[in-house]
């Protein structure tokens, strides 16, 4: 082979190298392009479908939310309070919780039950606050205005705490603590209409059971009278110191187990506890949410309670008022006896006896006594 052809034919073995080597990366360039458009196209698949699915997702849930608010508004008079906290928060986009009247500042049963609700429900913009008064009565709660504190702070659902305890300290009478408390609630009401009033038991105190006051009452009669009374009324109240006591005798426990060294507070379990009957009460229990936020139109119109209680007579008075009552009204039947004047009654008249007089004679001295005898001889004959 000539050196020319040899020459001829390595240029075309390079050539054809060359050609193939730009074949291969043109081939893997345009499978890159072709894998990267690919990739974008199913990228923008993939984000087409998944906005759709989220529109569907927002549009079931939109419609069952509907669905929930519709059958609340038509069922307000039975319906849990977690329901009623989902519809405040569906018009507000927020909700404010506040308790009242005998509870601590720092209640961990509340605390825990409120977390447990939010954990559940859509409720992530939720605030709570204390009104705390857990050593005041009835008649304190009322001559103090404490409700005007409360009243400031705008809350949506309000749980007033009774404070029965006290009531039975201070030694009122059943129909006065009945009646002071709902005077409040009265107030409340009537300064925050759109707020939902949830009246609440306190905690059971063992060392408290049958400690009698003069009118021979503890603080369950006291608590037991509002709640009877509450029968004839639509205001929602929470029983949880009925619904703690039940569930310690149904696990078959001592109520010791529960309170403090002292009997008088709950103690850790306790405050569980509680929490635990507070939370199935929001959740479970049936009350009439009409009186709080209203958008269904015209409000249903309501009466002061205070102005129409009627709570039959104490039937157990202790025996120093009963002796109290008895002088009260031997005192007002006492009647001063009417004088009457003597009647002068004059003695018989006696005319008085004159005698004669003496007839003169001549006397002398040796006859000084002769007239005398004379008078007497002839007096005698």
């Known amino acids: 082979m000539k050196k020319k052809e040899i020459i001829i034919v390595s240029l075309m073995g390079i050539l054809t190298i060359a050609i193939v080597l730009f074949g291969y990366k043109y081939a893997a360039g345009k499978k890159e392009a072709l894998l990267s458009e690919g990739q974008k196209r199913t990228e923008s698949v993939f984000q087409v479908t998944s906005s759709q699915e989220s529109v569907v997702v927002e549009s079931d849930t939109s419609e069952a939310y509907a669905q929930f608010l519709a059958a609340f508004s038509e069922n307000r008079t039975t319906a849990s309070v977690v329901d009623y906290l989902q519809y405040v928060h569906h018009h507000k986009n927020a909700v404010n919780v506040a308790f009242f009247g005998d509870v601590a500042s720092d ?3 509340a605390k825990l039950a409120i977390a447990d609700i939010q954990a559940d429900f859509p409720l992530g913009n939720l605030t709570t606050s204390f009104f705390s008064h857990p050593s005041d009565s009835s008649s ?3 001559s103090s205005q404490y409700a005007q504190e409360l009243v400031e702070s705008n809350p949506d659902v309000i749980f007033y705490m009774v404070p029965t305890k006290t009531d039975q300290v201070v030694d009122i009478s059943l129909n006065e603590s009945t009646l002071y408390i709902y005077t409040v609630y009265d107030e409340i009401r009537a300064a925050l209409p759109d707020a939902l009033i949830v009246l609440m038991t306190p905690p059971p105190a ?6 009698w006051n003069s009118r021979t009452l503890d603080y369950q009669q006291y608590t037991n009278n509002l709640v009877e009374e509450n029968a004839t009324f639509t205001v929602p109240l929470y029983d949880i110191h009925s619904d703690f006591l039940a569930e310690v005798a149904n696990r078959s426990e001592s109520l010791a187990n ?14 569980q506890l509680f929490s635990e009957m507070f939370r199935n009460s929001l959740r479970t229990k049936m009350v009439d949410t009409t009186t709080g936020l209203y958008v269904e139109g015209e409000k249903p119109a309501r009466t002061p309670l205070a102005t129409t209680l009627a709570v039959p007579e104490e039937t157990v008075i202790d025996s120093e008022e009963a002796d109290s009552e008895e002088s009260v009204e031997e005192e007002s039947v006492y009647e001063a006896p009417t004088y009457v004047a003597p ?3 004059a003695p018989p008249y006696v005319a008085p006896v004159i005698e004669e007089p003496v007839p003169s004679v001549d006397t002398s001295s040796s006859t000084s006594e002769t007239p005398v005898q004379s008078i007497t001889e002839d007096s005698a004959s």
Do not use: H, P, R
């Open 107 to 109: 209640a961990a049963w």
């Open 140 to 142: 304190v709660f009322l």
């Open 206 to 211: 063992e060392a408290k059971i049958s400690a």
């Open 258 to 271: 529960f309170m403090d060294a002292a009997g008088v507070e709950l103690n850790e379990a306790g405050q």
């Open 343 to 345: 009647t002068y009654v």
